[in-house]
Protein backbone atom coordinates (compact mmCIF):
# COMPACT_ATOMS: atom_id res chain seq x y z
CA UNK A 1 0.00 0.00 0.00
CA UNK A 2 1.51 3.60 -0.81
CA UNK A 3 1.01 6.08 1.47
CA UNK A 4 2.73 9.64 1.44
CA UNK A 5 2.59 12.54 4.00
CA UNK A 6 3.22 16.09 4.05
CA UNK A 7 5.16 18.01 7.02
CA UNK A 8 6.41 21.92 7.27
CA UNK A 9 5.43 25.17 8.38
CA UNK A 10 1.88 25.91 9.00
CA UNK A 11 2.50 29.55 9.04
CA UNK A 12 5.55 31.49 7.26
CA UNK A 13 6.14 34.95 6.75
CA UNK A 14 6.13 36.66 3.57
CA UNK A 15 9.46 36.82 1.45
CA UNK A 16 10.74 33.48 3.75
CA UNK A 17 11.18 30.60 2.10
CA UNK A 18 9.12 27.32 2.53
CA UNK A 19 10.30 24.10 3.06
CA UNK A 20 8.17 20.81 2.34
CA UNK A 21 8.90 17.33 3.43
CA UNK A 22 6.84 14.68 1.63
CA UNK A 23 7.57 11.37 3.38
CA UNK A 24 6.42 8.00 1.80
CA UNK A 25 6.41 4.17 2.26
CA UNK A 26 4.75 1.53 -0.16
CA UNK A 27 7.14 2.26 -2.73
CA UNK A 28 11.08 3.10 -3.66
CA UNK A 29 12.26 6.24 -5.33
CA UNK A 30 15.24 4.45 -6.52
CA UNK A 31 13.18 2.25 -8.44
CA UNK A 32 13.07 3.13 -11.98
CA UNK A 33 9.81 4.93 -13.17
CA UNK A 34 8.89 6.04 -10.32
CA UNK A 35 8.05 9.76 -9.12
CA UNK A 36 6.81 12.12 -6.68
CA UNK A 37 5.19 15.48 -7.50
CA UNK A 38 3.67 18.15 -5.46
CA UNK A 39 -0.14 19.63 -6.33
CA UNK A 40 -1.36 23.10 -4.29
CA UNK A 41 -4.85 24.25 -3.59
CA UNK A 42 -5.11 27.35 -2.25
CA UNK A 43 -8.57 27.64 -0.15
CA UNK A 44 -11.59 27.25 -1.67
CA UNK A 45 -9.69 27.41 -5.59
CA UNK A 46 -8.33 24.93 -8.07
CA UNK A 47 -5.57 22.23 -7.70
CA UNK A 48 -2.16 24.02 -9.36
CA UNK A 49 0.64 21.48 -10.21
CA UNK A 50 3.78 22.76 -8.71
CA UNK A 51 6.98 20.54 -9.36
CA UNK A 52 7.85 16.80 -9.88
CA UNK A 53 10.87 14.65 -9.36
CA UNK A 54 11.38 11.18 -10.74
CA UNK A 55 13.67 8.29 -9.35
CA UNK A 56 17.20 9.11 -12.28
CA UNK A 57 16.66 12.73 -10.52
CA UNK A 58 15.33 14.22 -13.23
CA UNK A 59 13.42 17.30 -12.30
CA UNK A 60 10.14 19.20 -13.60
CA UNK A 61 8.70 22.45 -12.52
CA UNK A 62 5.38 24.94 -13.51
CA UNK A 63 6.79 27.59 -15.67
CA UNK A 64 5.08 30.07 -14.00
CA UNK A 65 7.15 28.82 -10.64
CA UNK A 66 10.11 27.39 -12.08
CA UNK A 67 12.26 30.26 -10.55
CA UNK A 68 11.31 30.03 -7.00
CA UNK A 69 11.18 26.16 -6.64
CA UNK A 70 13.37 23.55 -5.83
CA UNK A 71 12.59 19.89 -5.62
CA UNK A 72 14.87 17.45 -4.18
CA UNK A 73 14.77 14.07 -2.97
CA UNK A 74 16.51 11.64 -0.56
CA UNK A 75 16.12 7.52 -1.31
CA UNK A 76 17.31 6.45 1.92
CA UNK A 77 14.77 8.46 3.82
CA UNK A 78 11.97 7.84 1.41
CA UNK A 79 11.46 11.81 1.72
CA UNK A 80 11.39 14.38 -0.94
CA UNK A 81 11.83 18.25 -0.13
CA UNK A 82 10.26 20.85 -2.05
CA UNK A 83 11.13 24.36 -1.29
CA UNK A 84 9.63 27.83 -2.47
CA UNK A 85 11.71 30.92 -1.82
CA UNK A 86 9.70 34.67 -1.52
CA UNK A 87 6.79 33.74 -0.15
CA UNK A 88 3.71 35.65 -0.51
CA UNK A 89 0.37 36.35 0.85
CA UNK A 90 -0.96 34.47 -2.45
CA UNK A 91 0.75 31.45 -2.20
CA UNK A 92 -1.26 30.66 0.92
CA UNK A 93 -2.59 26.84 -0.12
CA UNK A 94 -2.79 23.46 1.05
CA UNK A 95 0.17 21.65 0.07
CA UNK A 96 -0.04 17.64 -1.41
CA UNK A 97 2.54 15.06 -2.81
CA UNK A 98 1.36 12.84 -5.00
CA UNK A 99 2.85 9.44 -6.07
CA UNK A 100 3.49 9.47 -9.86
CA UNK A 101 4.81 6.43 -12.58
CA UNK A 102 6.68 8.18 -15.69
CA UNK A 103 4.95 6.17 -18.13
CA UNK A 104 1.58 7.38 -16.43
CA UNK A 105 0.43 11.14 -16.42
CA UNK A 106 -2.49 11.06 -13.26
CA UNK A 107 -1.43 11.38 -9.39
CA UNK A 108 -2.19 8.37 -7.45
CA UNK A 109 -2.47 8.68 -4.57
CA UNK A 110 -2.03 11.35 -3.15
CA UNK A 111 -1.25 12.95 0.50
CA UNK A 112 -3.45 13.97 2.46
CA UNK A 113 -2.20 17.64 2.30
CA UNK A 114 -0.38 20.28 4.34
CA UNK A 115 -2.09 23.70 4.87
CA UNK A 116 0.47 26.65 4.76
CA UNK A 117 -0.63 30.15 5.57
CA UNK A 118 1.45 32.61 4.62
CA UNK A 119 1.00 36.27 6.90
CA UNK A 120 3.16 38.24 9.25
CA UNK B 1 0.23 26.16 -21.01
CA UNK B 2 -3.10 24.06 -21.82
CA UNK B 3 -5.94 25.64 -19.91
CA UNK B 4 -9.03 23.48 -18.60
CA UNK B 5 -12.37 24.42 -18.46
CA UNK B 6 -14.98 22.55 -16.27
CA UNK B 7 -18.87 23.27 -16.63
CA UNK B 8 -20.95 24.14 -14.76
CA UNK B 9 -19.23 25.25 -11.56
CA UNK B 10 -21.73 23.45 -9.74
CA UNK B 11 -24.22 20.82 -10.58
CA UNK B 12 -27.53 20.05 -8.41
CA UNK B 13 -28.67 16.39 -8.99
CA UNK B 14 -31.15 14.37 -6.68
CA UNK B 15 -29.69 10.88 -5.32
CA UNK B 16 -30.25 8.39 -8.14
CA UNK B 17 -30.26 10.69 -10.75
CA UNK B 18 -27.65 11.07 -13.40
CA UNK B 19 -24.92 13.78 -13.82
CA UNK B 20 -22.96 14.88 -16.58
CA UNK B 21 -20.02 17.00 -16.03
CA UNK B 22 -17.96 18.58 -18.77
CA UNK B 23 -13.96 19.42 -19.12
CA UNK B 24 -12.85 21.47 -22.05
CA UNK B 25 -9.05 21.62 -23.01
CA UNK B 26 -7.75 24.89 -25.00
CA UNK B 27 -6.23 22.44 -27.38
CA UNK B 28 -5.95 18.74 -27.90
CA UNK B 29 -4.88 16.47 -25.10
CA UNK B 30 -6.01 13.52 -27.02
CA UNK B 31 -7.10 11.09 -24.47
CA UNK B 32 -4.39 12.09 -21.86
CA UNK B 33 -6.75 12.87 -19.28
CA UNK B 34 -7.87 11.77 -15.82
CA UNK B 35 -10.72 12.70 -13.00
CA UNK B 36 -10.12 12.99 -10.06
CA UNK B 37 -13.06 13.30 -6.74
CA UNK B 38 -12.26 15.67 -3.92
CA UNK B 39 -14.26 15.84 -0.73
CA UNK B 40 -14.15 18.23 2.21
CA UNK B 41 -10.85 18.39 3.98
CA UNK B 42 -9.44 15.45 1.85
CA UNK B 43 -7.74 15.11 -0.73
CA UNK B 44 -8.11 14.28 -4.39
CA UNK B 45 -8.55 10.72 -5.09
CA UNK B 46 -8.43 9.22 -9.25
CA UNK B 47 -11.40 8.12 -10.63
CA UNK B 48 -11.01 7.97 -14.07
CA UNK B 49 -7.42 8.30 -16.46
CA UNK B 50 -6.85 7.73 -20.33
CA UNK B 51 -10.53 9.54 -20.67
CA UNK B 52 -12.44 6.61 -19.85
CA UNK B 53 -10.58 3.78 -17.56
CA UNK B 54 -11.44 3.76 -14.47
CA UNK B 55 -8.88 3.43 -11.35
CA UNK B 56 -8.70 0.26 -9.29
CA UNK B 57 -11.59 0.40 -7.08
CA UNK B 58 -13.73 2.52 -9.07
CA UNK B 59 -17.45 2.01 -9.30
CA UNK B 60 -18.98 1.55 -12.55
CA UNK B 61 -21.48 4.34 -12.15
CA UNK B 62 -18.69 6.51 -12.92
CA UNK B 63 -17.57 6.86 -16.48
CA UNK B 64 -15.60 9.16 -18.67
CA UNK B 65 -15.81 9.79 -22.45
CA UNK B 66 -14.27 12.12 -25.02
CA UNK B 67 -11.19 12.49 -26.86
CA UNK B 68 -9.35 15.72 -28.37
CA UNK B 69 -10.75 19.00 -26.41
CA UNK B 70 -13.47 17.65 -25.08
CA UNK B 71 -13.99 14.95 -22.55
CA UNK B 72 -17.16 14.12 -20.36
CA UNK B 73 -17.74 12.42 -16.86
CA UNK B 74 -20.78 10.81 -16.12
CA UNK B 75 -21.91 9.54 -12.92
CA UNK B 76 -24.74 7.65 -13.81
CA UNK B 77 -26.76 7.44 -10.37
CA UNK B 78 -25.75 9.49 -7.64
CA UNK B 79 -25.31 7.75 -3.91
CA UNK B 80 -24.35 9.94 -1.04
CA UNK B 81 -21.32 9.78 -1.13
CA UNK B 82 -20.42 10.91 -4.82
CA UNK B 83 -21.64 14.45 -3.68
CA UNK B 84 -18.01 15.95 -4.13
CA UNK B 85 -15.82 18.32 -6.04
CA UNK B 86 -14.93 16.98 -9.44
CA UNK B 87 -11.43 17.94 -11.41
CA UNK B 88 -10.18 16.96 -14.80
CA UNK B 89 -6.31 16.92 -15.21
CA UNK B 90 -5.34 16.86 -18.50
CA UNK B 91 -1.05 15.29 -19.12
CA UNK B 92 -0.67 15.47 -22.37
CA UNK B 93 1.67 18.58 -21.83
CA UNK B 94 2.70 18.91 -18.33
CA UNK B 95 0.01 18.72 -16.21
CA UNK B 96 -3.04 21.46 -15.48
CA UNK B 97 -5.79 20.92 -13.73
CA UNK B 98 -9.47 22.45 -14.22
CA UNK B 99 -11.46 24.48 -11.78
CA UNK B 100 -13.72 22.52 -10.81
CA UNK B 101 -17.28 21.28 -10.35
CA UNK B 102 -19.40 20.72 -7.49
CA UNK B 103 -21.75 18.55 -7.76
CA UNK B 104 -24.23 19.11 -4.99
CA UNK B 105 -27.78 17.41 -3.41
CA UNK B 106 -30.49 19.49 -4.98
Known amino acids: QITLKESGPTLVKPTQTLTLTCTFS??????????VGWIRQPPGKALEWLAL???????RYSPSLKSRLTITKDTSKNQVVLTMTNMDPVDTATYYC????????????WGQGTLVTVSS | EIVMTQSPATLSVSPGERATLSCRAS??????LAWYQQKPGQAPRLLIY???TRATGIPARFSGSGSGTEFTLTISSLQSEDFAVYYC????????FGQGTKVEIK
Open chain 1, 26 to 35: GFSLSTSGVG
Open chain 2, 27 to 32: QSVSSN
Open chain 1, 53 to 59: IYWDDDK
Open chain 2, 50 to 52: GAS
Open chain 2, 89 to 96: QQYNNWWT
Open chain 1, 98 to 109: AHKLLYQGWFDP
